[in-house]
């Protein structure tokens, strides 16, 4: 249990439970300036999971990319259990709780995402060409709350919010 801050580079098998009940251990990173995508709190690698986690993403400054959780390509990453909250506090731009890179893999269960009030580009899960993102049991907050990219429109929000589906961008 406890908050730990700054950004988490997880390494291959490992899974970061959290102890000490509901936000018993809690993640929080702050970026400014300009950032490569992949800026987020916690940086998956593959195979790894995180699970009972809270995770607290705020830009000190403006921000070109902040995220909650960011999963490289190729990379296979589960995350359960979660609440991840990033707050663009109007200073940033491309702000995304969870963003999953080409050719990842990424499920989430059981878990909360809230991305809220950048200038431009709030996404709850933003899922690049050829990542698959399975959802189950989640609610996804961001405007859209899905985006892929790709020539598919963003995933309506009352088909991820509560269920499941698995988002596939082309």
Avoid at 63 to 92: R, S, T
Avoid at 98 to 116: H, K, M, N, P, Y
Wanted: net charge negative; with cysteine; proline share 8%.
């Amino acid at each position: 249990p406890g908050t730990y801050d700054g950004q988490v580079t997880m390494v291959p098998y490992v899974t970061i439970r959290g102890a000490g009940g509901s936000c018993g251990t809690t993640i929080t990173y702050s970026a400014g300036g300009t950032q490569a995508n992949n800026s987020a709190a916690v940086i998956m690698e593959d195979p790894t999971a995180l699970e009972s986690v809270c995770i607290d993403a705020t830009p000190t400054a403006s921000v070109a990319w902040l995220g909650g959780i960011y999963v490289p390509g190729g990379a296979e990453a589960q995350v359960y259990d979660a609440i991840v909250a990033v707050n663009g506090d109007g200073l940033g731009n491309n702000i995304y709780g969870v963003q999953a890179a080409g050719s990842s893999e990424l499920t989430l269960g059981l878990s909360w995402f809230d991305v809220t009030n950048a200038p431009a580009n709030n996404y709850g899960v933003r899922a690049q060409t050829g990542a698959v993102v399975y959802v189950s049991t989640t609610e996804i907050i961001g405007g859209p709350p899905v985006r892929f990219d790709g020539p598919t429109d963003p995933v309506p929000e009352e088909t991820v919010e509560r269920g499941s589906v698995a988002i596939t961008p082309p």
